[in-house]
T-cell receptor, first 112, second 113 residues
């Protein structure tokens, strides 16, 4: 298994540009989620999904959209990038009823 | 409001046990204690979790006080690869709370030779 994969690893955007961060898992996990981590801080939940076709907001959802059309993929869309969205983004997944969440390696985003 | 309180940093000698404290004085009866760690900018890694009984796995032991207001993560024989930020998290064991991990600042553990 590849586990949780994220692309790209690093991205530079200009203010106002849009982009999609990709997240995929090959473990057939029902649950997937997106977190952001600002320098020196813990992770904060952006959006999560309990299964294909079901998504919900986390702690800091503004400026981000998600969709879950398949079990494997959970892309995160930045509609109009702002410097405040400069961060490291982590995707995670896990089985319903199992407590272990598996995190991807992260995407480092810089918005100028 | 922070649900857990951890010291910002601690050092540990290689080969010795590392005891990481966590205070969660407002924990509810249906909330579990979880520990994750993050090694230098990698994605967090699950370590262990528990409700009220002590737990042990291949990575660590978790000791929860009888009143459940605090806990200690024990790394029995710390290695240099255990240098990481360790997060103590409390979360209700309910379906609608799954995935909603609230990470604080954690404890930066440095294992020295």
């Amino acid at each position: 298994n590849a586990g949780v994969t994220q692309t790209p690893k690093f991205q530079v955007l200009k203010t106002g540009q849009s982009m999609t961060l990709q997240c995929a898992q090959d473990m057939n996990h029902e649950y997937m989620s997106w977190y952001r981590q600002d320098p020196g801080m813990g992770l904060r939940l952006i959006h999560y999904s309990v299964g294909a076709g079901i998504t919900d907001q986390g702690e800091v959802p503004n400026g981000y959209n998600v969709s879950r059309s398949t079990t494997e993929d959970f892309p995160l869309r930045l509609l109009s990038a702002a410097p405040s969205q400069t961060s490291v983004y982590f995707c995670a997944s896990g089985y319903r009823g199992r407590e272990t969440q598996y995190f991807g390696p992260g995407t480092r985003l810089l918005v100028l | 409001d922070a649900k857990t309180t951890q010291p910002p940093s601690m050092d540990c000698a290689e080969g010795r046990a590392a005891n990481l404290p966590c205070n969660h004085s407002t924990i509810s009866g249906n909330e579990y204690v979880y520990w994750y760690r993050q090694i230098h900018s990698q994605g967090p890694q699950y370590i262990i979790h528990g409700l009220k009984n002590n737990e042990t796995n291949e990575m660590a032991s978790l000791i929860i006080t009888e009143d459940r207001k605090s806990s200690t993560l024990i790394l029995p024989h710390a290695t240099l690869r255990d240098t990481a930020v360790y997060y103590c998290i409390v979360r209700p064991m309910t379906t609608d709370s799954w995935g909603k991990l609230q990470f604080g600042a954690g404890t930066q553990v440095v294992v020295t030779p």
